[in-house]
Structure formats: structure tokens, C-alpha cells
């Protein structure tokens, strides 16, 4: 049966990783749509009069970019912080 409990925890750390790699790009593609909609709605108003679209432009690259990479980070360290505690059980 020890054969058989090794093999078990093998198949939950790999599902395991699955999930948090589905979970990063998840939170990556939520971040850069929450980023982008209110990076682009602060960069119109925020922007001269004549130039409004490309600072409505500039604000949705930058909030999408900015979006992604809050979101990758907490994803990384939320699954981080689930590793350390499955492996200290």
C-alpha cells in the first residue's frame, strides 16, 4: 500500500499545480480586464481635451498591463502560501 499512497500524492501535487496554473491565468486575465477598463476611463478624463482617445489609449494599455501583473502576483503568492502549507502537514 505504500506504492499506492505515493502514487496518490503524486496525482494531488500535480493537480495541484494545475489548478494554480489555471488560477494565475485566471486572476492575469481578470486583472488586465479590471485594469483596462478603469485605466482607460482615468486616462480620458484625465487627458487634454484634443487628446482624449489617446489618453483613453494610454490608460487602457497601462491599466490592462499594470491589471495583469497585480493579478499574477497575488496568484503566485496565494499559491505559494497553499504549497507551504500542504507540504508542512
Known amino acids: 500500500m505504500g506504492g499506492l499512497a505515493v502514487l496518490f500524492l503524486l496525482f494531488l501535487m500535480v493537480a495541484a499545480i494545475g489548478l ?27 487627458a487634454p481635451t484634443g487628446e482624449r482617445e489617446l489618453g483613453a489609449y494610454r490608460g487602457l494599455v497601462t ?21 507551504w502549507y500542504l507540504t508542512a502537514l
Open 20 to 46: 494554480s496554473v489555471i488560477a494565475m491565468m485566471a486572476s492575469a486575465a481578470l486583472g488586465a480586464l479590471l485594469g483596462g477598463l478603469f485605466g482607460g476611463i482615468s486616462g480620458a478624463t484625465r
Open 63 to 83: 491599466g490592462s498591463c499594470s491589471g495583469a501583473l497585480v493579478g499574477l502576483l497575488l496568484a503566485t503568492v496565494l499559491s505559494v502560501a497553499a504549497w
